[in-house]
């Protein structure tokens, strides 16, 4: 069993829509989440960290459910410049823990 | 500031040659990170150095891996000799020391071919 599961998708949404990512992991004695963002063939970058009181960055808003062992990871007001892959990060003792990625592409 | 910058960025060799990477994280992180994606797969951990020391090498697929970081500083990932399964996108990541350490400043990565 992967430790995080993603939906790869695609999900292709039009210009200011509503669009929600998931995330599930398997170790329980997880500490810590995160969501990344990667542009097609650009390195990972740490889009926000995700708690379990939930965070909101603008048009993005992370939430953690321990009980359920889920993350997600929702954009408001989608612009194109959003199109690029979503990637959930776990860790669990030392390592960190990846997701095979969520495929977003908004359309104009 | 510089950020992770990894060499090269493209590399194409054949199936028993050996091929080194070098990765140069920001300095004064002291936490370097070896990942590799092999497509259609997510990313997987390969090893951690504290420093030079190797912390966590249990992501290493098999001997013909070696990585090292003289000094503390860049590290380098050499696989000899290289098969057909180590193709992927090899991609380095530093950190500070510190609570800080869990976010994680990624190189663009070297796609690795091997034919």
């Known amino acids: 069993r992967k430790e995080v599961e993603q939906d790869p998708g695609p999900f292709n949404v039009p210009e200011g829509a509503t669009v929600a990512f998931n995330c599930t992991y398997s170790n329980s004695a997880s500490q810590s989440f995160f969501w990344y963002r990667q542009d097609c063939r650009k390195e990972p970058k740490l889009l926000m960290s995700?708690?379990?009181s939930g965070n909101e960055d603008g048009r993005f808003t992370a939430q953690l459910n321990r009980a359920s062992q889920y993350i997600s990871l929702l954009i408001r007001d989608s612009k194109l410049s959003d199109s690029a892959t979503y990637l959930c990060v776990v860790i669990a003792g030392n390592q960190f823990y990846f997701g095979t990625g969520t495929s977003l592409t908004v359309i104009p | 500031e510089a950020g992770v910058t990894q060499f090269p960025s493209h590399s194409v060799i054949e199936k028993g040659q050996t091929v080194t990477l070098r990765c140069d994280p920001i300095?004064?992180?002291?936490?370097l990170y070896w990942y590799r994606r092999v497509m259609g797969k997510e990313i997987k951990f390969l090893l951690h150095f504290v420093k030079e020391s190797k912390q966590d090498e249990s992501g290493m697929p098999n001997n013909r891996f070696l990585a090292e970081r003289t000094g503390g500083t860049y590290s380098t990932l050499k696989v000899q000799p290289a098969e057909l399964e180590d193709s992927g996108v090899y991609f380095c990541?530093?950190?500070?020391?510190?609570?800080?350490?869990?976010?994680?400043?990624f190189g663009s990565g070297t796609q690795l071919s091997v034919l």
């Open positions: 300095s004064g992180h002291d936490n």
């Open positions: 995700v708690y379990s």
């Open positions: 990541a530093s950190s500070p020391i510190g609570r800080a350490r869990e976010k994680l400043f």
